[in-house]
């Protein structure tokens, strides 16, 4: 049993405890020795989740790497990790972006005028920026390393509380304090959300331990109940079934978010920096998309497959949806949420098509929408940095004043609407072409998300970047050397799993495949020849 | 019984009734206890002034320390709570409900003791340190004679003996074995804490009006408790709970008398019924909780925590052992009732708490939704339901303790600020005071990591498991309700701009900082590593019959 998975997760997590325990105090010097240290956590976890996914066997066993330590016996719960393709894959991108974001942020969490009375400005601002961030980190990676339904479900619970203190505790600071209330506002409306959904998704976990243990399961490790329930040894009645999914499905789509659970989404991507709304969109949320994977299909592959229209029906609004509510913003970052929430719709499209081509196309799609957001929101938010002011209206002829921030936007922006040749295309078409294999209709209607999507985001960058250079603007620099550091990567690596995803599929299909036979799910006989460049094997 | 053994002698008759049998070593922690609160009197009249504060605090953390060993002794001897007992003629029962619910009582109020113990907090009077209590109780508020007391510098060290007989009050009470006993512990308990609720030295008034509220609608209460039981003599011709139950459940030999009563279930139910409507209004369930936002309001603090905890553990013990002894075979009959008291406790808690402005009213208000989740364990009828409500006993009431020791540093001019709009900003000048309090916010909300959330779960698995998973939904419903305000408490903490001439947080001594200490540890130590009290409230969920 190697503890590297708990390696993983633990450095993060000790990272968050010693970077809140570093000496405060104004001075430069001390804040930058913390981002420095919160920063070498940050590196040293990317390394170690590479590592893990360097060391996972695509075509060995379903969980690999696993360990399991008792904890709580009485209520059969173990602290037992492992890790499949997918879990691998969004852990390195966490670990990824969670640098990427802490660069991007760098002066975000600073002291900066004191308040009123000059007495209140808290000295330990920047020590819990980086120490939430790391907090985030931490749980994150738990909740895609968990094999125990408990284990996850605690983690994906708790990271609410980080996360809602860095929405509701940072953001822009000229907003004055009609920003504030706002902010406290969307901080409330996630943590609410959420939590009415973590506590929807406990009654099911209690529900599903009860059911479990009346037919001599009384555990929560996942590989067990998924195996049992796939040998038939654990049965569920029809009725239960469908209202446990339900219960997980909820939360699930709550966090994701999907159409019409998502308005917290904009509020809250809205009022926070543009490293915390990336932390949100990117890393958080993703693990709402993967727990539909893992646990909804794995544990409840009928009800999955009764409910899979009406979700695709729902993913399908929220696709639209987003797009146009896009299109209309008046506000940058509002605009970035609402082409998220379109999206995921696409992510959990290809999530309940059922088909292998949907599946590892979503399972793409959940890497490469993090990595193109990641990239078009931190730029989004260097814009914003320098100007002061989230409307639109306030841009324009940015290119002429500062043309790298505009050219690397215009990648971010091209990502979006899934230019071919960049990641973002590969995974929709995945996406687009397993949908419509299974359900041509509801595949027709989606591709009109794509043209919204070209809308809003060439829209966004015509009117930001080009024509006459605004008052506001004439000024403006251009990326610094550190904010390039943050946007190269990301541009590259978006590029470069454009031209060739080859590692990343390799990765991922046989466990989506995995999933899909949990379903007793095949691919219908194609019609037509489809262009597999990277799809998964006909099963 | 003595008495009677006493009168029948006086009376000249033959002493017919044998001298009761009295087990001191096991009845040892009640005994060390009541010891230490009757010397706390005589401290009161021997010791001097200047001596009995450091003497009383003393000899109470003593005393419940010693009861505390006492009882851990007890446990150790019993062989994982499996060697269980009848003591006292039968009145007490010594078995694993009753030795951890006295565990956990007597550390609770060991932390209550810390915090009564404070004295940096008020500013001093007549050139002495002040406590949280009135100078002179009998004092009229704002009145010459008040007056002078604060200048003499006046203290009601009686506090210590009088929340020693509460305590004492309390260990009896989970494990008394017959109805008269349980009614004379629950009178033990509840006349020091009519008492103790008058004394707040600052807002005597507000204090006093407590006082009376609580003692009323208490004697109210306890009156029908006793009716209640002597229903159930009439009923089933015995206080003691065991007899209760074989008679109910047809095991026991019935005389022709008997029979005739046995057969209306008239006196059974309604007996029932009135036992239940004492112990509920003891654990604030709706629709008997009216007193406890008012009560929690305006008692002193460290009084309010005290009381918050330490009742809330002796009342649901009791109600557990009553409802597992003495009526298992009625389930039928009392299950829907009670559905319906828990279901309307959770849902009036967490709705109610959300328009209140005063942290001590919103705290009131969360202690009766938390009665209702315990409920919800207390109704499963099985042996996880025991075990699951032992442990949110224990992890409920050092939350609570901490809660209520963090509300009386925030303060201002006049005593502990506890205006919620006067709590804004308490994050930005006070980082660590309002995390603390944030910590336990989350574990009242039940978020993962923090003991609130085991708890939760621990009742709400045991609830589904007994089949009342219509509970668990509107359990888990009202957990959101309640979440908002526990948010919303957070929110004005953190996000909201400190108000200029705004509270201070006071820097306390070691008391309140070891009373609060210790809530941070059991709250995340039972939320991290629950494992072994877990299995420690498993092992001690089986009652004596």
Known sequence: MSALLSATCAVPAAGAVLTAALPAGSSESRRRATKAVALGVSAVTLVLAAVVAARFEPHGDRYQLTESYSWIRSFGITFSLGVDGIGAVLALLTAVLVPMVMLASWHDADPGPAGPDGTFENRRRTQAFFALILAVEAMVIVSFYATDVFLFYVFFEAMLIPMYFLIGGFGDRAGGPESARQRSYAAVKFLLYNLLGGLVMLAAVIGLYVVAQDQGFGTFDLPTLASAVADGKLQLSGTAEKALFLGFFFAFAVKAPLWPLHTWLPNAMGEATAGTAVLITAVVDKVGTFAMLRFCLGLFPHASKTFAPAILVLALVGIVYGALLAVGQKDIKRLVAYASISHFGFIIMGIFALTSQGQSGATLYMVNHGLSTAAWMLVAGFLISRRGSRLIADYGGVQKVAPVLAGTFLIGSLATLSLPGLAPFVSEFLVLVGTFTRYPAIGIVATFGIVLAALYALLLYQRTMTGPVKDGVRTMPDLKARELAVVAPLVALTVLLGVYPKPLTDLVNPSVNATLSQVHETDPAPAHPVAATSGGEQK | ?545
């Open chain 2, 1 to 545: 019984m003595s008495a009677i053994a006493v009168l029948a002698a006086a009376g000249g008759n033959t002493p017919s009734i044998p001298a009761p049998h009295i087990e001191y070593g096991q009845l040892s922690p009640m005994l060390v206890v009541f010891g230490a609160a009757v010397a706390g009197i005589l401290v009161e009249a021997f010791v001097p002034r200047r001596f009995r504060h450091w003497t009383q605090v003393t000899l109470a953390l003593a005393g419940l320390v010693g009861a505390f060993v006492a009882v851990v002794v007890l446990a150790v001897q019993s062989h994982g709570f499996t060697r269980i007992d009848l003591l006292a003629m039968e009145s007490v029962a010594l078995d694993g409900p009753a030795l951890f619910l006295q565990g956990v009582i007597l550390l609770a109020a060991v932390v209550a003791v810390l915090t009564y113990a404070e004295r940096k907090l008020e500013p001093k009077a007549g050139g002495l340190p002040a406590d949280a209590f009135a100078a002179q109780a009998a004092a009229t508020p704002g009145g010459e004679q008040e007056r002078a007391a604060l200048r003499a510098g006046f203290a009601t060290s009686e506090v210590f003996p009088l929340t020693m007989f509460a305590v004492g009050g309390m260990l009896l009470f989970p494990a008394a074995n017959d109805l008269l006993t349980m009614f004379v512990a629950l009178e033990v308990f509840s006349l020091p804490l009519y008492l103790l609720c008058a004394l707040a030295r600052r807002r005597r008034l507000l204090s006093q009006e407590a006082a009376v509220k609580y003692f009323l609608l208490g004697a109210f209460a306890s009156a029908f408790f006793l009716f209640g039981t002597a229903l159930l003599y009439g009923y089933a011709g015995s206080v003691k709970l065991g007899d209760i139950g074989d008679v109910i459940s047809g095991k026991a030999m019935t005389t022709p008398a008997q029979l005739s009563s046995t057969q209306s279930d008239v006196l059974v139910l309604t007996g029932l019924a009135m036992l239940a409507v004492g112990l509920l209004f003891k654990v604030a369930a709706v629709p008997f909780h009216s007193w406890t936002p008012d009560v929690y309001q305006g008692a002193p603090t460290p009084v309010t925590g005290f009381m918050a905890a330490a009742t809330k553990v002796a009342a649901f013990g009791a109600f557990l052992r009553l409802f597992y002894v003495a009526f298992p075979g009625l389930r039928l009959d009392w299950r829907p009732v009670m559905w319906g008291v828990a279901i309307l406790t959770m849902v009036v808690g967490a709705v109610l708490a959300v328009t209140q402005q005063d942290v001590k009213r919103l705290l009131a208000y969360s202690s009766i939704a938390h009665a209702g989740f315990i409920l919800t364990g207390v109704i499963a009828v099985n042996k996880q339901g025991i075990s699951s409500v032992l442990f949110y006993l224990l992890a409920y009431s050092f939350v609570t303790l901490g809660a209520f020791a963090v509300v009386t540093l925030v303060r201002d001019s006049k005593g502990e600020a506890t205006h919620l709009s006067s709590w804004a900003g308490l994050g930005r000048r006070s980082p660590l005071v309002a995390a603390v309090f944030a910590l336990f916010l989350l574990a009242f909300a039940g978020i993962p990591l923090t003991s609130g959330f085991t708890g939760k779960f621990a009742v709400f698995q045991a609830a589904a498991s007994g089949g009342a998973t219509p509970l668990v939904i509107v359990g888990v419903l009202s957990s959101a309700v309640a979440a908002f305000f526990y948010i919303r408490v957070i929110v004005l903490m953190f996000f909201s701009d400190p108000q200029p001439g705004g509270p201070t947080v006071a820097i306390p001594s070691a008391f309140t900082a070891t009373a609060i200490g210790v809530g941070v540890v059991v709250t995340l130590g039972l939320g991290l590593l629950p494992q072994y009290f877990l299995d420690l409230a498993s092992k001690a969920s089986l009652f004596v019959r």
